[in-house]
Structure formats: C-alpha cells, structure tokens
C-alpha cells in the first residue's frame, strides 16, 4: 500500500527540530533510518501528517568518548557501532548485539536511536490495513480487543530490538529532549511494560544521546538471539549477559531479555545467585530459571510461546556459561 | 554422438546480461500512454454472501476513472475444463480472506486505494470451514453449491492386489504424515498490464493486448477470450521477463483477468501489481496435506503393497486441484516397483486461498512421507536406507502397475553416485552426537503425456526462420520465466543447423509472433518445446543441405553442419584453415572446444567479409560472382544464401505430441502421471541437530539427478540446486500459519524462505540416462529433485538424534518437542497439542480471533466463535 501523503521536514540544527516537534506535536513522527517507520508506515500503522528527518543532526551523531564513559549520538547508524574500534574495545556486548539486527544492508541505514524506540511487534498488529481489517483490528491501533491475550485490555506485543538488552546489562542512559529541557534516564526507566504504549516518550521528546558509563566498560558478555533464519529475521527470544569477574569469581552480573515481553527486560535477582556455592553449571541453571521466568511470551510471533521461553531458559545457560568461560 | 558442439557445454543464460544489469524490462518496468493504475478491494471475510456492492462513492473520487465488479465479467473460468468454478471479480460470493471483490482504476495508486475505501459492500456472513476433515462433514453452506461436503474430487484407486501384498509381507508400517502448506515465493509479484486497441473512426473497443508475468501465454488468451468474450484472435498475450513461477504463474490468475474487465471499462491502459500480500492470497501453493501411509515389505526389503490416503486442503476453489490429488497418487508409482497399490484422494474445499500447481505438483509431500517410511520400514528390517532402495528398482523398459511407462532410469546410478560421494558406508551413523545422514530419492514427470485441454493437438510447435546474412530467427510459445528456456531452444537450434549460438535469436511467448505451446509446467519444456525446435531446426537443415549439395556437387546426405561451416563429410580433412584460426588439420574438431563466441564471432566475420549486415551480404555475393567451382564447404551464410536463392524463403517447422503409448492406462483418472520420460534423484543430507533447542543445520547435500542427457550442465546443476535448496525451505522454515482463515504470514519478513546464510553446499551430481525420445536424450531437470530434499533431510535427523518426525516442517519448536518427548523430559506444550511424531491434525495458531462480543463479525457457526 501507499504511504499516506505527508510533509517531509528535516532542519538541519536540533533546536529547529526541537521546536518542529513541539509545533506538530502529536501530529508528527521521527524518521531515523526509516527501516520500521516506513514499512509500518505503508501499513498505514501511522499516518502522520508530518515526518521530522533527523539525519541532518550532527550534533547527535557519532560515537565519543568522555570523561564519565561513551556517548553514542542516537543519529550513529548499527553499521557504526558494529565497526567501532572504541566499543569493540570496551563494550564488546553491545556490538555482539548490534551485529544480529536484521541483515548489513538494513544495518546500513538503521540507527542505535530507531533500536532503542522500536515500536512492539504483533503478528496481529503488523499487518496491512486490508489484512488487520479482517481481523477486526486491536488493542494497539484502532480495535478493542487483544486477540494474544483476549480476555484482557493489556497489549501484549512483543519489544523486539536487539540492542536494548545489551544497553540495560550495560547500565546504559539516554537523554531525552524537548525544545525547552533535557532529562536523562537509565534505559530501564524508558520502557513502561505495555505493549501500546511502550517507552516513556512524549510527543514533543527527542532522544538524543545513549550514554554508557565508564564503570560498565571491559565488562564480558555474551548475546545470544533465537531467529529462524540466519539474516534478517528479529529476534524471537535473545538474551543478554554482562559479566565483570575479580580474581575468578563473579564480581557482577547482569542478564537482560528481549522479545518476549512488551519491554526488554533486566532479569532480577541474578546477583543473589552469583558464587554461592555451587558449581558453574547449577548456578547458570538456576539463573537460567530466573530468565525463563521473566519472560511472558504470547502468541505475538509464529513460533510457541512455550518454545521461546524455553529458548531464554538455553540461552542464558549458555551465555551465562560463554561469559565465564572468557 | 556424443561430441556435439553447443549441447553439453555450459552456457551461460543468453538473457543473463539484462538481468543482471537491471536492463530487462518486467511487466511492472512496462508503461503506456494514458496508463491507469489498478487497486482491487479483497474481502475481510473467509465465507459470506454478496448482498449489495455499492460503487458510487468511488466513482465520484478525483482519478478514478473505472470501477469493476463482478457483474462487469461473469463468465466463470478455471484452468481445468472440469473446474471452472472462479470468477475473477467474486459474482454472489467470497470464498475467502483475501478474495477478489471490485476494481478500481485511477491515475494513480494513491487514488485507486482512496476509493477502495469507499466501496461499500453489504454481506450475509456465513459460516466457514478451514479444516479439510471438518468441511468434509459439512452438511450445509457449501463453498460451492454443486459440491456436497466441500469435495472438489476424490480419486479411489486399486491396482494389483494390495490385500494379497499386505499378507505376503513380513513387515508393514503405518502412519500419518501431515505436511504443512508452502507458497511459491517467486522474486517478481505478479503484474499484469493490458490495454485494448481503439478504432479510430468508431471508437468502438477493438483488439485486447496483455504483458502479464505468466507461465502460460496460450491459456492465459484463452481464459480472456472466455472471460470477455472475444474470439482468441483478438487477444494477444506477451510475456515480458518472468521474475519466478514455480507454478504460482501456471494458470490464469485473478489480477490478469481483472486488468482486461477494468481497461475495457475504462477504455485505457491498466495495469495491476499484487502486493506480496496479495501474492500470498492468489497462492496457487502446495496444498497442507495429510498422508495416511501403510506400506509392506518382505524381509529382505522388497515392497509389496502400498496404500495412502490423502487428504488436500485445497482452499476455495479447483484451479489445479483435480490434477494435484491425481499426482499424489500416480507418482507412486515410477520411482520403485511396486506390484500393488491402492490409493484414495481426496481434494476438499475450504475458506482459504485456493491451492494449485508448485514445483513438484503433487508429488512432493507424499514423497516426504513415504521415503520417511522407506526408512522406518529399513530400521526395522535392520536394513540400510540405500540397499532397501536397491532391492526395489524397476527394471526399465517397464509398464508399471498404474500404467506409466519407464524407458530411461537413472536411478541406481544416483543412488551409488550419493552413496559413494557422501562416504555413506564409513559415515552414516558415526558422525557422532546430534549429526547424521539421510537418504531419499524421488522423480518427476518431463512434462505431462496428456494436455489439460483435452484435444489432439501438439503441445508445442516451434517456427524457425533464417534470414540471408545466417541470422536464424526461434519462434516458441515456450515461456522463459528464469528457467532458462530461451537458452536451451537456442543451443538445440544452433547444434542441429551447426551453425553459431549466437546467430540465434529467440523470440518468444508472444501470442500474435509464436505458435502454440501450452507453456512452463509440468517441466516440459524441453522435452517437448525441445523437441518441437530439433524438428523445425531439422526441416530448415534439410532445405539447406539440398541447395548446398548442388553447390558442392555432393548428394544432401553427404554434408556435415558444424561449427558455422558446411562441408563434405570426406573433405573434412582438407576443409583450408581460416583466418584467424590457429593451425590445425582439422578446424571442425578444433572448433568444437572451448571457444568463446567472441572468439567465434571474430572469424566469423573475417570469412564471410568483414561485419554484419548489408556489407555482409554484399560481400557475399561479389564471392558468388568470382567463384563457380563446386567446393569442399561452405559457410554457414554462404549455404543459407544458397537456400534462400534456390528455395525462395527458408523456414521450417516442427511440433511435438507425446506418443500414444506414453499416455497412460485407461482408468478413471488415468490421464495424470504418464510422461514421455521420468528424471531420477537421489540425495543424501548431513545435518546436525542442536538438542536443546531443537534447531537443525544442514551442512550438505548431495545431490544426483538424473535429467537424460544435461544440454546445458550449469543450466542443471543451478536447477539442481535451486530445488534442493527450496526443498530445504519446505523441510524447516516454510510454512503458511493459519489462524481462523486467516493468513497470520502474508509476507517474506515471517514466511521464512532460506537465507544465503541457511544455504548448505550442494554437491549437484549429473547422471546423463540419455532418453531415446528426449531432445538429444534430455529430460527434466527442474522439480524432480525437490521432493527428495525433504525426506532426506527428515531421515537424516533420524540418524543424528533418533527422532521421526511426521510433520514438515521441522521447525525447531517440532524438533525440540520430539527430542523431549523421546527423553522423558518434562512436558511443554511446544506444538500446541499436536505431536509431531504422531500428528492427527492441522494446528491453527494460538490466541483468539474473536472473543466474546469482540473480534471481526463472524457467523454463529464459524469455527471462530465456537471456542
Ligand atoms: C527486514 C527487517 C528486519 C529487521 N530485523 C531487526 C532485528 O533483527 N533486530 C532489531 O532490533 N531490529 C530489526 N529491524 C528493525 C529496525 O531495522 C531496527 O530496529 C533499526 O535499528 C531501527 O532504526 P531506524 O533508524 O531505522 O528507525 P526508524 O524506522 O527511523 O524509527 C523507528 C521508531 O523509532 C522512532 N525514533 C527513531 N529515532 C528516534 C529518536 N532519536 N527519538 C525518538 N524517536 C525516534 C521513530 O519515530 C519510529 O517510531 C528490522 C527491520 C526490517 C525491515
């Protein structure tokens, strides 16, 4: 389907952007690498008046280093990050997880910032308008039912980007801006856990930075995604592990999820497990439990439920294991 | 002879270069003056009745300028003559999610889709069956009213006596195979344009021209001539560039009908592109089936009674499906001996799209199923997979029990050729844990002994014209859609006249320029539209011979074509070196290796004087003047010069029909499953299974196909592995999910065909059987070899991880399931309740359409509503 006409506008300083958002408001969507707003947009999931290029932005791209860590500008493409010599060095984690999004052509023009505002995924939801017709529509765009979970009023749709996981274990920030203010949260905080409305993002907002703090560089990790195919295809299920060690034990931990549920997600309690006595194996199952735990797949994708916790409950094993094993 | 000079050598597609630089033109590159773009309204409901279709807001939009309904075109068609039960704009009726209702044609798709809004069609919802077991039981509502219990076909056949072989046999196994359904996924969406012809003084509607991206041009013009009721001479079919068929563009599809209804409305140009979603609803895929298998066999392997029942979910209309559940039962037969048979089909109806012909049609799944079984019998007999198959070759030439005739069978040669490449006697079963192999083999029809239209025509015929400069002109209804058809009719034309690939020019699938040919199905081609060409080319051979017998005072039958010369079979040794030309005392032996056509074309050029063209023939008749002595050879031009002075024009043509005795039994339903020649294949596949997550990679497969002689061995292998490599899509990735009727993966991001990161190395292996009614002993080369990939795959997972699954695909979700269930493990609900070991039905997906008050209106019976 076509996409519904709209006015393109794309200034070339932040502080036009920033007072185009807050003009438009409500009425107006960010387009970064465009790789899921368009698709989405030809589904007519938006139909927005008015689209904000944000690829004139200078001042937030790039990747930099400061005194308190990296700042990754949220205009700094996947292709960047994975060919960064600065994160490969100290946050190796995230560029395992920026490598498996979709496939390099799409990598090419897909930012770290569009990753981290995905919209969720629903085999109900993304759809072209003929089909969610047929389908009576739902919960999340112009229908009253939830057909994953349908006695409830929850939108379940899956958070499927690959690199939030990544950037939770990694205690990552962000910095959000109006034409008035900026805030800074941790990741964590971005998300809301709801499927429609799933990041706390005000219409006049603009993320515009990604922060990691110094203190989560040399971190060890592991990601591990479940996709059928080798290329292309989001992820079903991933898991993220970081790991700092001190003199061979564990020293911190920390295990994130992705599409799954409708926000990635830090497993808790993982600490609480870490060298207890125990070997290596039990305790990466018992964490490996935890994970499985935190997860609440539906039927937002072609494949089971069950399967795809049961897949975060192998993976973290694995990664978990992967990591120490550095 | 086996030393030919164009046939055998690998040539590179002689379309590739357009291809590949973007140059070539598809039917969606294609525009006209006044072209208008158009948008079709499908339904939302699987199963309802058309009340009222209101058109008159649409009309009043800016850029429409033409809205089609059924009632514009009411004349039903189908591609069988038994099943013409489709209307391209839907009458009364809609029949599934996605079925087509109106048209609109605008100046542009933005307009189109605007006023697709603002059609407003009034329903009587119905209820609807989506499972083929549970619409067989329908007592009311039928998709078709002349179809009691939704029952397109059913097919019940005996053959020897299958009670008797059940009773002799030490061993019988019995199972249900259910294979889930796959979609073609061909690169190009379908597009068609079509435009009709004004008369300038009157204004009236005159002749309907339509590029459309077709398999099948001559059915294509006939369908429209049904459909609007013109007289086929006033329809002409032109196949631009084909991106992919598989089948999915082997009959009339809707858009290409709606397209003519729309432009003769709007009386202009119109041209429709599906989206790939509504590629997915015009489908035509390989139906979802169920396979209820019992074979028995002695204990030494041999087989002695086989019995299936097949159920086909067809979707909502016929299109191929009489012929597909016919397939399934036939291709029993002629792969093994197999003295007893019995065989029920049956075709049911239900609200999806309809199913048709793909890549193997028809035999496919239940070639899975029994070469699964194969297998199961083998371990219980403790025999090995190969040396079963051994003991139950045919021994050709053969009749066999259903009637098909077996000349040329490569088979053993494929099975020793896998077996030995493979290191099948060392590896197989000591590859270590989650690692192993599996045998399967299958085989396919070159092209079907019986036409659909039932008639005693040719079923190709080949026009072949040569101008005076030597340039020879391939007239073929035979359609290029990838296959490389195009450059087979020139390496068969070019070898029989013995003169250059290049001088070949072909000019197909054009209605008004080529004759008939019943299209690319079936892998006919070249067979039959190879065999049309070697007799058309023959016939010009022969004018030519005869004038240039009397130039070189030698009898016709003296002379040798080759190599772009003619010359006197004794003179070959003295046959004068040409320019250019290295050394040697036999130029016609030196020339028939390895020489470029660059190289070819240079020489060429400096014998008959310089370029082409005018001067060309200018300079050739200067040398006729100069030199009147009969001679030892002449060149190709010179020859064909002396053709055309002797003869007037030089043509000739040629057609093919398959022989009576190739045709087939008597029996109801007999018509389906007898070809001229059968291809052979046999593949084994190493694979590994992760065994907690159920994943399986495939690491190789060999794979041996015999296809009689390979006129162009890449041409071969790229089919080859094409087919191994799509076989392995249906084996793990592909599948169409079903929730309700509804399609939950209309698009290539969830229907997961195999990346390039999935492909596995695929050794192709060419066994050349050399068919005695082949073109130059050819056979197919195109399906046959899917349907061993499967079983191959399955068995081999057998042998890693000792599982046997009896649900394709082997989705990680079914592998895991399997694995824990063999171990004991703890039960998860992996597969929604059915057990892929064990399946007994299809499984919808999770969640709900409708729940309570809310969810799309669906009636009070609908399956939806039920739960
Ligand atoms: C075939 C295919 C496969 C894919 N596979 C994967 C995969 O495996 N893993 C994965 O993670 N993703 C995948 N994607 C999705 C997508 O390509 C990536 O997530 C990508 O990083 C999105 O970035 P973008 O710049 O293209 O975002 P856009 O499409 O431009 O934007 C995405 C969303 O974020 C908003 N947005 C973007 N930037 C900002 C900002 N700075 N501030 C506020 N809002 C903003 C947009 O308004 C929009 O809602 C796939 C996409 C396709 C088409």
Redesign the pocket.
């Known amino acids: 389907m076509t996409v519904k006409p709209f006015q393109l506008l794309c200034p070339r300083e932040l502080s036009d952007a920033l007072a185009t958002l807050e003009k438009h408001s409500g009425n107006i ?12 947009m030809r589904q007519r999931l ?1 139909e927005p008046e008015y689209v904000l290029d ?1 690829r004139q932005l200078r001042e ?1 791209q790039g990747i930099r280093l400061t005194e308190q860590g990296i700042e990754i500008g ?2 700094t ?2 292709h960047a990050i994975e060919n960064s010599d600065e994160l490969k060095r100290s946050y190796p984690l995230l560029v395992e997880a920026a490598k ?4 390099p052509v ?2 090419n ?11 969720t995924r629903c085999l109900w939801y993304n759809q072209s308008l003929s089909w969610r017709k047929s389908c009576g529509f739902c919960i999340k765009k112009d229908g009253n039912i939830c057909h994953v979970a349908p006695g409830g009023t929850k939108c379940w749709a899956a958070f ?4 939030p996981p990544a950037l939770l274990c990694l205690q990552a920030e962000i910095e959000i801006r109006n034409a008035s203010s900026s805030r800074r949260v941790t990741l964590e905080k971005f998300y809301t856990g709801e499927g429609d409305n799933y990041r706390r ?1 005000q219409p006049d ?4 930075h990604i922060f990691l703090p110094r203190g989560s560089a040399l971190y060890g990790g592991a990601y591990r ?1 479940l ?1 059928i195919r080798g290329s ?4 079903l299920a991933a898991v993220a592990v970081a790991l700092k060690r001190k003199n061979g034990d564990f020293e911190d931990l920390r295990i994130a999820i992705t599409a799954v549920n409708p926000a990635p997600l830090l497993v808790a309690g993982v600490q609480s497990l870490v060298n207890r006595a125990m070997t290596r194996e039990r305790m990466a199952e018992e964490i490996a439990e935890l994970a499985a735990r935190t997860a609440k797949p539906l039927t937002t994708s072609a494949l089971t439920p069950e399967y795809r916790r049961e897949i975060i409950r192998v993976f973290t094993k694995r990664a978990v294991l992967e990591a120490a094993a550095d | 002879m086996s030393d030919f000079s164009v046939v055998g050598k690998p040539i590179p597609m002689i379309d590739a270069a357009a291809k590949t630089t973007g140059a070539g033109k598809y039917t969606d590159d294609l525009s006209l003056p006044g072209l208008l773009i158009g948008k079709i309204l499908h339904s939302p409901h699987p199963h309802a009745r058309i009340r009222h279709i209101d058109i008159s807001r649409a009309l009043e939009l800016d850029g429409v300028v033409a809205v089609v309904t059924g009632a514009d075109a009411p004349n039903p068609y189908g591609i069988l003559p038994v099943g013409h039960d489709e209307h391209a704009l839907a009458l009364d009726k809609v029949r599934y999610v996605g079925d087509n209702l109106a048209c609109v044609a605008a100046e542009d798709s933005r307009a189109a889709e605007r006023a697709l809004e603002l059609i407003d069609v009034d329903y009587d919802i119905l209820p609807a069956y989506f499972d083929p077991e549970e619409s067989m039981k329908a007592e009311r509502d039928l998709i078709h009213e002349n179809k009691p219990h939704n029952l397109e076909k059913d097919y019940h056949h005996v053959f020897g006596n299958p009670a008797q072989g059940f009773a002799q046999a030490d061993c019988t196994v019995e199972g249900r195979f259910i294979a889930n359904e796959v979609t073609h996924a061909a690169m190009e969406p379908h597009s068609t344009l079509a435009t009709f012809d004004l008369d300038p003084v009157t204004g009236n509607i005159g002749r309907l021209t339509v590029w459309s991206s077709t398999q099948v041009p001559y059915y294509l013009q006939h369908k429209l001539s049904l459909v609007l009721d013109l007289p086929m001479s006033q329809i002409r079919v032109i196949k631009p560039l084909v991106g992919g068929g598989f089948g999915g563009k082997s009959e009339v599809i809707p858009l290409e009908i709606i397209a003519a209804i729309a432009a003769r409305k709007a009386r202009r140009p119109v041209k429709i592109t599906y989206t790939r979603e509504e590629v997915c609803w015009a489908h035509r895929g390989r139906p979802r089936t169920i396979i209820d298998l019992k074979t028995g066999a002695t204990s030494d392997g041999r087989l002695t009674a086989v019995e299936a029942r097949v159920i086909q979910d067809g979707g909502a209309y016929c299109s191929y499906g009489v012929v597909t559940i016919l397939y399934s039962g036939a291709l029993l037969g002629a792969l093994y001996d197999i003295a007893n048979l019995q065989y029920d089909g049956y075709r049911v109806l239900t609200n999806k799209p309809a199913c048709g012909a793909m890549r193997g049609h028809g035999t496919v799944n239940v070639r899975f199923a029994f070469e699964s079984q194969l297998d199961e019998i083998a371990a219980k007999l403790n025999l090995d997979p190969a040396e079963i198959r051994r003991q139950n070759l045919l021994r050709p030439p053969a009749i066999t029990v259903n009637g098909l005739r077996v000349q040329s069978y490569g088979l053993p040669e494929c099975i020793e050729k896998v077996v030995e490449r493979s290191g099948w006697a060392e590896r197989k079963g000591r590859l270590g844990k989650g690692r192993g192999l599996g045998l399967a083999c299958s085989h396919y029809v070159s092209g079907a002994a019986n036409s659909i239209i039932r008639s005693d025509m040719p079923h190709s015929t080949v026009n072949i014209k040569i101008d005076r400069d030597g340039g020879v002109v391939v007239y073929t209804g035979a359609s290029e859609i990838g296959q490389g058809s195009d450059t087979m009719t020139s390496q068969i034309a070019a070898e029989v006249l013995g003169c250059l690939l290049s001088r070949v020019k072909v000019v197909a699938a054009d209605t008004d320029l080529t004759p008939i040919d019943i299209g690319s199905y079936s892998s006919r081609v070249t067979f039959m539209a190879g065999n049309a060409t070697l007799r058309a080319a023959q016939e010009v051979k022969r004018q030519i011979a005869s004038a240039a017998a009397q130039k070189m005072g030698c009898a016709p039958e003296e002379l040798i074509f080759r190599d772009d010369l003619v010359f006197r079979r004794d003179a070959q040794r003295g046959v004068p070196r040409l320019e250019g030309e290295p050394s040697g005392e036999n130029p016609s032996r030196q020339r028939s290796r390895g020489r470029t056509h660059e190289q070819a074309n240079t020489s060429q050029a400096s014998v008959a004087g310089r370029v082409e063209g005018q001067i060309l023939r200018g300079s050739l008749q200067q040398k006729r003047k100069e030199d009147l002595t009969p001679k030892d050879f002449m060149t190709f031009e010179e020859a064909v010069v002396a053709a055309i002075d002797f003869h007037g024009a030089l043509t000739g043509t040629g057609s093919y029909a398959p022989p009576a005795a190739a045709r087939g039994g008597k029996y109801k339903g007999a018509g389906v499953g007898p070809s001229p020649a059968y291809s052979y294949s046999a593949q084994v596949a190493e694979v590994s299974v992760d065994e907690e997550t159920g994943q399986v990679t495939v690491h190789k497969v060999w794979a041996a196909h015999d296809c009689g002689r390979a006129l162009n061995p890449v041409a071969v292998e790229g089919q080859v592995i094409g087919s191994v490599w799509m076989g392995m899509g249906q084996a793990l990735t592909e599948e169409m999910i079903w929730k309700d009727g509804l399609l939950m993966n209309p698009g290539l ?1 969830e229907y997961r065909s195999p990346s390039a990161a999935e492909s596995p190395q695929v050794e192709a292996i060419i066994v050349e059987s050399v068919d005695p009614e082949g073109p130059f002993g050819a056979k197919e080369c195109s399906e046959g070899a899917l349907a061993a990939t499967i079983p191959a795959i399955s068995n081999a997972i057998y042998d890693a991880v000792g599982i046997r699954l009896h649900e394709a695909p082997f989705s990680p979700e079914r592998v895991l399931a399997a694995l824990r269930a063999k171990k004991a493990a703890k039960p998860l609900n992996l597969t929604e309740g059915v057990d892929p070991t064990r399946p007994t039905r299809f499984r919808e997906h999770g969640g709900a359409l409708c729940f309570k008050q809310k969810g799309p209106e669906r009636h009070e019976l609908d399956a939806s509503r039920a739960r």
Do not use: H, Q, W
């Open positions: 969507r960010v387009l970064a690498g465009g790789t899921d707003l368009l698709p989405s938006f944000i937030i949220a205009f493409t996947l498996t999004v979709a496939s799409i990598r023009m897909a930012t770290i910032g569009g990753n981290v505002c995905l919209d499927s980007a690959d690199t993002l907002e603009l993320v515009t995604k996709r292309i295809d989001y992820p | 991001l």
